[in-house]
């Protein structure tokens, strides 16, 4: 079966650090733009991290919001199909599920975060992820 299965969330003083995890099934990450996205309560869906694919020929550029540029890194094991969000000098404001999704029709990762993929994507289930003291 097609999916995408995060993991890694939890509860994290601020300041603290967290890796959030996405393993891929039954196809090849690499080959598919894939992105990190999040949701706060009442909030819309935010792109916060997306790469694109190795064959978008955009050489699997990263692109990040502003709101975690410094702060946060996406990347990608090949051998593990599974991508990684590492998140340091954590905020409350960070406060979010946080979801993973893959979609080879996007060429940019940039393209991907901004627009944010459509239900038709791949979409794992979701991680929470909670910053408080």
């Known amino acids: 079966q097609v999916q995408l299965m995060e993991s890694g969330g939890g509860l994290v003083q601020p300041g603290g650090s967290l890796r959030l995890s996405c393993a891929a099934s039954?196809?090849?990450?690499?080959?598919?733009?894939i992105g990190w996205f999040r949701q706060a309560p009442g909030k819309v869906l935010e792109g916060v991290s997306c790469m694109s694919s190795i064959t978008s020929g955009s050489d699997n550029s990263l692109y990040y919001a502003d709101s975690v540029k410094g702060r946060f890194t996406m990347s990608r094991d090949d051998a593990k199909n599974t991508v990684y969000l590492q998140l340091n000098s954590l905020k409350p404001e960070d406060t979010a599920q946080y979801f993973c999704?893959?979609?080879?029709?996007?060429?940019?990762?940039?393209?991907?975060?901004?627009?944010?993929?459509?239900?038709?994507?791949?979409w794992g289930q979701g991680t929470q992820v909670t910053v408080s003291s």
């Open positions: 999704a893959a979609d080879a029709r996007f060429s940019s990762g940039q393209t991907m975060c901004v627009m944010t993929p459509p239900r038709s994507s791949i």
């Open positions: 039954e196809f090849t990450l690499e080959t598919y733009t």
